[in-house]
């Protein structure tokens, strides 16, 4: 089982790369890498970081991979920086991904109802037209609701469940909405054979960075290991829930992200069993 993770690499803070490589590798797959981008720090909560594209080396990189045979069973998608690299996800999808496998994109644009720096609308429309090709998509909150074109709820108006999974769904892709707190919990609906399935976690307040891509590798590493859906949405959430409230107990500045490598030996025993 191969695995390839496309995502940026934050030299410090725990996310994107630096995350996806040890959780989906300690499930016990090779994880291959295609980085994006590369940066001092994340953006959350730092400011003077660099940032370097790293767009011109994917073509090459994808060409000498061909040259290879080099297939992957799953390819899962992060933080992409431009439209172009959108472009080049799906030329790799197309190009790498071996027959019945998996295509996994978490559609990161934003949060808290608001794009990130350095993406716009144009830029969350062609972010659709790649989760139109996913197996699976993992949006939070905001990034559902710019996905499925729905206001994002204010104003403790309650989000559109229902309308947002039957706009994300196809005959082939299983759409998710992950972090959608609902009092003292936390919780993920997605697409469940025709249905819509919950499953819910304690809400742990305040923002923990990095805990979107524990999640998401996670649920890739599980599905990689030949779980389904269900079992694998609740390990990841389980998984990044313990890591939250043990960073959150910890007192730690969670700009630098969340404590996965003290709960990894627990959630590789539930996915073993």
């Known amino acids: 089982m191969r695995v390839l993770a496309i995502n940026d690499i934050s030299c410090i803070g725990k996310c994107s790369l630096t995350v996806a490589l040890p959780v989906i590798s300690a499930c016990g797959v090779t994880c291959d890498v295609l980085p994006t981008a ?52 799906l030329d790799a999808k197309r190009r790498f991904l ?23 609308m144009n ?46 769904r196809s005959s082939h892709t299983c759409p998710m909405i992950t972090g959608v707190v609902e ?8 697409d469940d054979g025709g249905k819509i399935s919950r499953f819910a976690v304690p809400n742990a307040d305040g923002v923990f960075h990095g805990s979107g891509d524990v999640f998401a590798a996670a649920f890739t ?3 990689a290991r030949g779980k389904d859906v269900g079992t694998s949405v609740a390990l990841a959430s389980e998984f990044t829930t313990n ?18 490598e003290e709960e990894i030996f627990s959630f590789l025993r539930k996915l073993n069993a």
């Open 38 to 89: 590369l940066l001092s720090t994340h953006t959350g909560g730092f400011v003077g970081y660099t940032f370097r594209d790293l767009s011109g080396d994917i073509p090459q990189i994808l060409d000498h991979w061909e040259s290879l045979g080099i297939s992957f069973d799953i390819i899962c998608s992060g933080y992409l920086g431009s439209i172009s690299q959108i472009a080049a996800v």
């Open 98 to 120: 071996a027959p019945g496998g998996k295509f996994v994109v978490d559609p990161v644009m934003g949060e808290g109802g608001k794009l990130y720096a350095r993406f716009d």
């Open 123 to 168: 830029f969350a429309k062609e972010m659709r037209r790649l989760c139109e090709e996913a197996d699976y998509i993992l949006p939070n909150v905001t990034e559902a609701c710019l996905l499925a074109d729905v206001p994002y709820p204010e104003n403790d108006r309650l989000l559109p469940v229902g309308k947002i999974v039957e706009k994300l």
């Open 183 to 190: 009092g003292t919990e936390n919780a993920v609906y997605y």
């Open 221 to 223: 590493g599980c599905l």
């Open 243 to 260: 890591a939250i409230f043990r960073t959150a107990k910890a007192g730690d500045d969670r700009r630098y992200g969340i404590r996965f």
